[in-house]
């Protein structure tokens, strides 16, 4: 990596594999402001014997690159910095790696079937949402393919300069991002290539924003160090604010151990309320790598709700063999034999150029990073976490009922996932017998209505539901009021009166909330009748 020696070392218990003689140090915030300071308090912490030099500027929230002699013990300085109350954590600059060794799988023609759009029902859900611009995809990579002095987009998909924009470059500082890989290339093909341009492949978002940061080198594997994620992360962030658009960040990379500055990458994008899709890895059931692990705490709950963890399936619905699997697995998504994007010149990592097919976790979470860019493109003022939810429920179940250490909570379907849920129904109108309060006041106003009846028609009988002999009493909604139980008329008919005696249990109860006294409630109606009020 730019002529840094990568080294393994065991540290806190955990063997990492980090570039040798660096430091991540997170030091207080009012300290960081000051470049002068931070040398001095490192200065009074290590020694004079313990030679150092700052290598990347510590940032706002204090988090900045140190490097020392490469013959010292990490470990011990990490110890002696941690006493101190002005660190709050050092650790090593962590290696991370794209998901799994590329790998080129014999393809068909420029325009073979993309099975896995299919599988996804892609199409139908173009005819609800082909994307929008006000969502931006960070694509945190090996960059994109570019040509020329000054180099700009050569891909004939990927090269709107309206939704294609370039940010740092993490690995060779001040250079442009090119993919000299290819994976960065396939996995922006993937999330959002041009589509319905009758060229090439389609992406999954046609319309949204591209930001592309290189935090892989060009080597076979794509080597990269977990600070260069972190800034690449909040580079995006700024971006994206910069525009007031929302955020999805696709990592399709990671490592096996958990960092502290993987933290400060999710706190981060939490912050800003953005999302950030990350690849389970390709170790054929190892772990779930970091950052996608800290998706889920191993007790289940949620642990950061901004991230989804992403596995990969097959054309059969089947957990890809290479596969990580774990509980922190949210979702799943076509990973295998995925054709798209390559650069349009050779790379290290691909015999092919133009187009191709590769397999992966990291083909997989594109996939979910474009799902859902399409869901906020719909619904943009959801919440990071809500999308998430929404992956989750709207997933095709597989496996094992519910969620699993395999699928997570299932396969992406982008179809049902851009459906906006209904609200649920409104609760039904109270039932007026469910309250005894209000059942007290009826059976009040009833038996005055039997005095009130028993007056009128004195050969008859009535009971306490208004039976009487020799007529009938039905029930009908009352017009003039909206619906609801205690908008009925009460008719009641006898056969020797063509008149109809009605209330209202509306009129009543609010007569009664009011205060009244029972007497004056009865409101029943009949000309000349001395009971009745």
Same mark, same amino acid.
């Given at each position: 990596m730019n002529g840094m020696r990568i080294v393994k070392i065991l540290f806190k218990g955990q063997t990492r594999e980090c570039i040798e003689g660096q430091l991540i140090v997170k030091v207080k915030p009012d300290i960081a402001k000051d470049v002068n300071h931070i040398n001095q308090v490192l200065s009074s912490i290590l020694g004079s014997k313990v030679s150092f030099r700052v290598v990347e500027q510590f940032d706002e929230n204090g988090i900045g690159l140190v490097e020392f002699g490469k013959d010292r013990d990490i470990g011990s300085i990490v110890e002696t910095l941690e006493k101190s109350p002005d660190i709050l954590y050092a650790e090593p600059n962590d290696i991370t790696r794209i998901s799994g060794t590329p790998s080129v799988a014999p393809s068909d023609p420029l325009f073979p079937q993309q099975w896995s759009l299919l599988t996804i029902q892609a199409p139908a859900t173009w005819a609800l949402t082909q994307g929008s611009s006000n969502v931006v995809i960070a694509v945190l990579d090996t960059g994109l393919p570019m040509a020329g002095n000054p180099p700009v987009f050569s891909h004939e998909d990927l090269n709107d300069p309206l939704r294609f924009f370039l940010g740092g470059n993490y690995i060779s500082p001040g250079t442009p991002p090119i993919d000299r890989q290819g994976h960065g290339t396939?996995?922006?093909?993937? +999330?959002?290539?041009?589509? /319905?341009?009758? &060229?090439?492949?389609?992406?999954?978002?046609?319309?949204?924003? !591209?930001?592309?940061?290189? !935090?892989?080198?060009?080597? %076979? $594997?794509?080597?990269? *160090? $977990?600070?260069?994620?972190?800034? +690449?992360? #909040?580079? *995006?962030? /700024?971006?994206?604010? *910069?525009?007031?658009?929302?955020?999805?960040?696709?990592?399709?990379?990671?490592?096996?151990?958990?960092?502290?500055?993987?933290?400060?990458? +999710?706190?981060? !994008? #939490?912050?800003?309320?953005?999302?950030?899709?990350?690849a389970a890895g390709n170790d054929y059931g190892g772990p779930?790598?970091? %950052?996608?692990?800290?998706?889920?705490? %191993?007790?289940?709950?949620?642990?950061? %709700?901004?991230?989804?963890? !992403?596995?990969? &399936?097959?054309?059969?619905?089947?957990?890809a063999a290479f596969s990580n699997r774990g509980g922190q697995i949210n979702v799943s998504a076509p990973g295998d034999d995925i054709l798209s994007t390559f650069p349009n010149y050779p790379v290290s990592g691909t015999a092919s150029t133009n187009y191709g097919v590769l397999s992966g976790t990291s083909m997989a979470t594109p996939i979910v990073s474009g799902v859902a860019s399409l869901v906020w493109s719909r619904e943009p003022n959801l919440a990071a976490s809500q999308v998430r939810e929404r992956l989750q429920a709207t997933a095709v179940d597989l496996g094992m009922p519910g969620r699993d250490t395999l699928f997570g909570f299932g396969r992406v379907n982008a179809f049902a996932a851009v459906q906006p849920i209904p609200a649920p129904p409104p609760p039904p109108p109270p039932d007026p017998w469910a309250d005894p309060v209000v059942r007290q006041w009826i059976d009040e106003w009833l038996r005055q209505q039997d005095r009130c009846v028993k007056q009128l028609f004195p050969m008859c009988y009535v009971d306490r539901w208004g039976r009487m002999c020799g007529g009938h009493i039905s029930c009908s909604p009352n017009p003039d009021h909206p619906p609801g139980w205690d908008n009925y008329h009460y008719l009641w008919h006898h056969n020797w009166c063509p008149k109809y005696y009605s209330f209202t249990v509306r009129g009543y109860v609010e007569r009664r909330r009011r205060g009244e006294s029972p007497e004056s409630l009865a409101r029943c109606k009949k000309e000349g009748a001395p009971c009745l009020g």
């Open positions: 396939h996995v922006a093909g993937i +999330a959002a290539a041009e589509g /319905n341009n009758g &060229t090439g492949i389609s992406g999954i978002n046609w319309r949204c924003r !591209v930001f592309a940061c290189k !935090v892989f080198d060009d080597s %076979p $594997v794509g080597n990269g *160090s $977990v600070l260069g994620v972190y800034r +690449a992360a #909040q580079e *995006s962030i /700024n971006f994206a604010r *910069s525009i007031g658009a929302r955020l999805v960040i696709n990592y399709s990379g990671g490592g096996t151990a958990y960092a502290a500055t993987y933290e400060e990458i +999710a706190r981060s !994008v #939490q912050s800003a309320g953005a999302l950030l899709c990350a779930v790598h970091y %950052p996608a692990a800290l998706s889920t705490r %191993p007790d289940g709950s949620v642990w950061y %709700p901004n991230i989804i963890a !992403v596995s990969a &399936t097959t054309r059969g619905d089947e957990l």
